[in-house]
C-alpha cells in the first residue's frame, strides 16, 4: 500500500483514527440509528437529507405530517444534537471547517430521471442541487454533500456542551431542529431532543415556518445547496472520487485526508482544476437494480472498494 504524502503531518494519527471511528460508526449503526443520526441528507444533507438539519440518511416523510398543529420548541442546551452524526456544511462552512483543523467527509448519491416517475417536484429539487455527469452511455446528475464530523461529539463542543463557535456555527444548526427539504416534515418524534423542549417556547411551525429568521435560513440553505452543487461535484472530481451510490438506495461516503481536501478545494478556487469531466460509476450492490441502470447505459460498479464506506439505506 502506498504511503501517504501527508503520514508524518503531526495531524495524520488523528485523521487515521477518526476514518476508523466513522468507519465502525457506520458499520454498526443499525439503519433506523443511521436515519436518526445523519440528519438530513435528502439531506439536509441541504433540505435534503442528508438534507432533518443533521444527517440522517434517507428519510422521506409525508410534506403534510402534522400539518396546521402548531408545534413548539424550546433549546435546553442539551448537546444531544450535536454528537453522533455528521453534520452537512456548505462549501464556504467546509472551508471554515477544515481551516479550524477539523475534519470533512464526502457523501456522495446519484440519480436519474427514472428515480421518481411519478413526482416531477421530487425530481426538480433534486436536480438543482446536483450536476449532470456522464456515466457509461449515460448521464447521471450527482449530489456532492459535504459534511463535519461529529460522530463522537462536535470538536466546537466545550465540557459544558455548549458551543465555542456559536456566532460561526453552520447553517444547518442555527435551522435545527426544523426541516430544510420541502419534502420531509418537522416531526418531534423524529428528532434527538428530549420530549420537555416541545412543550414550551416560541412555535416554530404550523404549516409552514412561522418565524422570518429561520425561514430566512432555510432559504440560504437551499440557496447554498444549489449554487455550490457544480464546484462539489468538480472538487470531487479532482480527487478521483468518482462512485456515488444510488440515491434513497446507499449512500457512498468517502473520508478524505484533511489537507488533501484543502488542497483541492484551494486549486479550485484558483481555477485550476480539470476541465475534463471523467465518467462516473454508481456503486450497486441490489442486483435487480443493477439491471435496470445498466440496461438505461450507466456505469455500474458491483465491487467493494476501501476508497468509501458504502452504507446501504
Not at 116 to 123: D, I, L, Q, R, S
Not at 193 to 214: A, K, M, N, S, Y
Amino acid at each position: 500500500m502506498q504511503r501517504s504524502p501527508y503520514a508524518e503531518q503531526p495531524w495524520w494519527e488523528e485523521h487515521l483514527r477518526w476514518k476508523r471511528q466513522a468507519f465502525e460508526w457506520i458499520q454498526q449503526s443499525p439503519v433506523e440509528s443511521a436515519r436518526h443520526n445523519f440528519g438530513n441528507v435528502s439531506f439536509h444533507l441541504g433540505g435534503s437529507f442528508t438534507q432533518s438539519p443533521m444527517v440522517v440518511i434517507g428519510q422521506t416523510m409525508s410534506s403534510v405530517f402534522m400539518e396546521n398543529e402548531a408545534i413548539r420548541f424550546a433549546c435546553n442546551g442539551c448537546g444531544v444534537c450535536c454528537k453522533g452524526r455528521l453534520i452537512p456544511l456548505t462549501l464556504n462552512e467546509s472551508r471554515q471547517w477544515l481551516q479550524r483543523g477539523h475534519d470533512v467527509s464526502v457523501i456522495l448519491e446519484a440519480f436519474n430521471e427514472t428515480l421518481y416517475p411519478a413526482e416531477p417536484a421530487k425530481f426538480i429539487h433534486s436536480s438543482r442541487r446536483a450536476t449532470e455527469v456522464d456515466s457509461g452511455t449515460a448521464k447521471i446528475r450527482v449530489v456532492a454533500i459535504l459534511a463535519a464530523n461529529a460522530l463522537t461529539q462536535c470538536p466546537n463542543l466545550d465540557d459544558q456542551d455548549r458551543c465555542g463557535i456559536y456566532e460561526a456555527r453552520p447553517l444547518v444548526c442555527r435551522i435545527y431542529p426544523m426541516e430544510i427539504s420541502p419534502f420531509i416534515s418537522l416531526n418531534p418524534a423524529q428528532k434527538a431532543c428530549p420530549p420537555e423542549v416541545w412543550d414550551e417556547g416560541e412555535i416554530i411551525f404550523t404549516d409552514r415556518i412561522v418565524d422570518p429568521t429561520l425561514a430566512s435560513q432555510v432559504d440560504q440553505s437551499r440557496e447554498a445547496d444549489r449554487n455550490d452543487a457544480g464546484a462539489k461535484v468538480a472538487i470531487c472530481e479532482s480527487m478521483g472520487m468518482t462512485t456515488a451510490a444510488w440515491k434513497e438506495n446507499a449512500f457512498a461516503i468517502y473520508l478524505p485526508e484533511r489537507a488533501a481536501l484543502i488542497d483541492a478545494i484551494q486549486r479550485y478556487d484558483a481555477g485550476l482544476h480539470k476541465s475534463e469531466s471523467p465518467h462516473w460509476r454508481v456503486r450497486v450492490d441490489d442486483q435487480a437494480l443493477r439491471q435496470q441502470l445498466g440496461d438505461t447505459g450507466v456505469e455500474v460498479d458491483a465491487s467493494a472498494s476501501s476508497d468509501y464506506i458504502f452504507h446501504k439505506l
